[in-house]
């Protein structure tokens, strides 16, 4: 793959000069673009006089778009300002070279932007895209992380985050992206579900005749995930006795079937998840510290939906793809329908989201775009009334003045005066805090009563109550 890259200085320095740098990395084989073609190259250098709060700027307002990858070269970090490395990868910056340190600065600089260009092939190739669907700043950040630990890596993983953030489809991602792993088996075990009598033979499986039930011999997840991957599902849910086992396993890659002496070895990658917080089980005595530890060599918290709204919309089309029939295509969104998705709040993120559109899809009919009828009845927003309005006897008021013959002009007007009246009935006739609590002005309401006194008077003139 050609690999490209911009190249935009922050200041001056003699020791760091910008045609040197382009010098160092043409001989490495990278390609330097006019930072006037920088949307052509995701990839981008800095080359920084010093360490600066300016410098940070500038790198925060470049990394500002999409998927922007930016190397900060420093021209030389001084002692004092080795400490300012840490605030521009806060900016955005993925990595910080101090110039001075690089003995092939060349090479240095191109295995990076290479492994960056690796993951991030990965990451927009058709087997993430359509599975782990979202382009938001924050979700492709995950998606980074995921490929990367998944393809250079065959350490254990633990993926936290909320209910419904695809932490399972995320452990499908890492087992398929395992060179060494993805031709065997990827095996699930869901903690919740281990029923505590049985939880060893889940793990371990069991001889034949090892318990009352156990009339044959089985496997457990340990022989089924060996030289593949085993995905503990809610890990934190795991009872106490299991947790001593399975860092037994762990850490000597053998264990014993329920009712057998036999030692047998299993070789697999351990993926877990979980939406507690495990550093807290750990203090309460919950959760075994050292065995955290061993599940945790790299850590991925998947955001919650209310972190990447830009991904809502993609992720609404592209469960409207998985509901549409092979020959019909899927409908399109009408802007308050759109609207409504982006205002919802989902307490079970993508999976709350992904039942809302399959309950909308099943309602809509015909080639129009889904209209905010096809929204279920107990979906569909409450209207932002003040605090404490009960608008269902208005509304049978102002039904029966319709059924009498009453147009919008006439009911306007009496509900207008019975708001005034009331205002100043609770203000005891006090005409400067009545027009306050009605939000007018003092001007308004003396005008407002007026015109209502005027009308009662020429009603009674004519006889009428």
């Not at 673009?33 to 073609?37: C, M, N």
């Not at 318990?211 to 030289?227: E, K, M, P, Q, Y």
């Not at 469960?319 to 020959?327: G, P, V």
């Given at each position: 793959?050609?690999?490209?890259?911009?190249?935009?200085?922050?200041?001056?320095?003699?020791?760091?000069?910008?045609q040197?740098?382009i010098?160092?990395?043409?001989?490495?084989?990278i390609?330097v673009?006019?930072?006037?073609?920088a949307?052509?190259?995701?990839?981008?250098?800095a080359?920084?006089?010093?360490?600066?709060?300016?410098?940070?700027?500038?790198?925060?307002?470049?990394?500002?778009?999409?998927?922007?990858?930016?190397?900060?070269?420093?021209?030389?970090?001084?002692?004092?300002?080795?400490?300012?490395?840490?605030?521009?990868?806060?900016?955005?910056?993925?990595?910080?070279?101090?110039?001075?340190?690089?003995?092939?600065?060349?090479?240095?600089?191109?295995?990076?932007l290479?492994r960056?260009?690796?993951?991030?092939?990965?990451?927009t190739?058709?087997?993430?895209?359509?599975?782990?669907?979202?382009r938001?700043?924050?979700?492709?950040?995950?998606?980074?992380?995921?490929?990367?630990?998944?393809?250079?890596?065959?350490?254990?993983?633990?993926?936290?985050?909320?209910?419904g953030?695809g932490?399972?489809?995320?452990s499908?991602?890492?087992?398929?992206?395992?060179?060494?792993?993805?031709?065997?088996?990827?095996?699930?075990?869901d903690?919740?579900?281990?029923?505590p009598?049985?939880?060893?033979?889940?793990?371990?499986?069991?001889?034949?005749?090892?318990?009352?039930?156990?009339?044959?011999?089985?496997?457990?997840?340990?022989?089924?995930?060996?030289?593949?991957?085993l995905?503990l599902?809610?890990?934190?849910?795991?009872?106490?006795?299991?947790?001593?086992?399975?860092?037994?396993?762990?850490?000597?890659?053998?264990?014993?079937?329920?009712?057998?002496?036999?030692?047998?070895?299993?070789?697999?990658?351990?993926?877990?998840?979980?939406?507690?917080?495990?550093?807290?089980?750990?203090?309460?005595?919950n959760?075994?510290?050292d065995?955290?530890?061993?599940?945790a060599?790299w850590?991925?918290r998947?955001?919650?939906?209310?972190?990447?709204?830009d991904?809502?919309?993609?992720?609404?089309?592209?469960?409207?793809?998985?509901?549409?029939?092979?020959?019909?295509?899927p409908?399109q969104l009408d802007?308050?329908?759109?609207?409504?998705?982006?205002?919802?709040?989902?307490?079970?993120n993508?999976?709350d989201?992904?039942?809302?559109?399959?309950?909308?899809?099943?309602?809509?009919?015909?080639p129009?775009?889904i209209?905010?009828g096809?929204?279920?009845?107990d979906?569909?927003?409450?209207?932002p009334?003040?605090?404490?309005?009960?608008?269902?006897?208005?509304?049978n008021s102002i039904?029966?003045?319709?059924?009498?013959?009453?147009?919008?002009?006439?009911?306007?007007?009496?509900?207008?005066?019975?708001?005034?009246?009331?205002?100043?009935?609770?203000?005891?006739?006090?005409?400067?805090?009545a027009?306050?609590?009605?939000?007018?002005s003092?001007?308004?309401?003396?005008?407002?009563r007026?015109?209502?006194?005027?009308?009662?008077k020429?009603?009674?003139?004519?006889?009428?109550l």
């Open positions: 793959m050609t690999l490209s890259v911009w190249i935009q200085p922050f200041g001056t320095d003699e020791i760091l000069d910008e040197s740098v010098d160092c990395l043409e001989k490495a084989g390609n673009a006019s930072r006037d073609l949307g052509q190259s995701a990839y981008g250098i080359l920084l006089a010093d360490v600066s709060r300016d410098a940070c700027e500038f790198v925060r307002s470049v990394c500002a778009q999409e998927r922007m990858r930016i190397l900060a070269i420093v021209a030389n970090a001084k002692e004092k300002q080795r400490d300012y490395a840490w605030q521009l990868l806060h900016a955005g910056a993925s990595d910080v070279l101090a110039w001075c340190d690089l003995r092939q600065p060349g090479d240095t600089i191109a295995a990076r290479t960056w260009q690796e993951i991030d092939a990965i990451v190739s058709p087997l993430v895209r359509n599975n782990l669907v979202g938001s700043r924050a979700w492709t950040r995950v998606l980074r992380r995921l490929v990367e630990a998944a393809r250079y890596t065959g350490a254990p993983i633990l993926l936290v985050g909320e209910t953030t932490k399972e489809l995320a499908r991602l890492i087992h398929s992206l395992d060179k060494q792993r993805s031709q065997h088996e990827l095996i699930v075990l903690c919740t579900t281990i029923v009598d049985l939880s060893g033979s889940e793990l371990f499986g069991h001889e034949r005749g090892a318990f009352t039930g156990a009339v044959s011999a089985r496997d457990g997840a340990f022989a089924l995930a060996d030289n593949g991957t995905f599902d809610e890990v934190g849910e795991l009872p106490a006795a299991l947790q001593v086992q399975l860092l037994r396993v762990l850490q000597e890659g053998t264990y014993k079937r329920v009712g057998s002496n036999t030692w047998r070895r299993s070789d697999f990658r351990l993926l877990c998840a979980t939406n507690r917080d495990l550093h807290g089980e750990q203090a309460q005595g959760f075994r510290r065995l955290y530890h061993r599940i060599s850590t991925i998947l955001p919650p939906l209310s972190e990447r709204t991904d809502i919309i993609p992720l609404v089309h592209h469960f409207l793809r998985q509901e549409a029939s092979d020959n019909n295509q409908p802007d308050a329908v759109r609207s409504f998705f982006l205002t919802r709040k989902y307490p079970g993508v999976r989201l992904q039942g809302l559109v399959a309950r909308i899809a099943t309602r809509h009919v015909g129009g775009p209209t905010i096809d929204i279920p009845a979906e569909r927003p409450v209207l009334y003040p605090q404490g309005w009960d608008d269902e006897p208005l509304e039904r029966q003045a319709i059924s009498a013959g009453h147009g919008l002009h006439d009911i306007r007007d009496a509900v207008e005066a019975i708001a005034v009246m009331a205002a100043l009935d609770n203000e005891d006739g006090d005409m400067k805090r027009a306050q609590r009605l939000d007018v003092l001007r308004t309401l003396q005008s407002r007026a015109r209502y006194r005027d009308r009662e020429a009603i009674s003139g004519n006889g009428h």
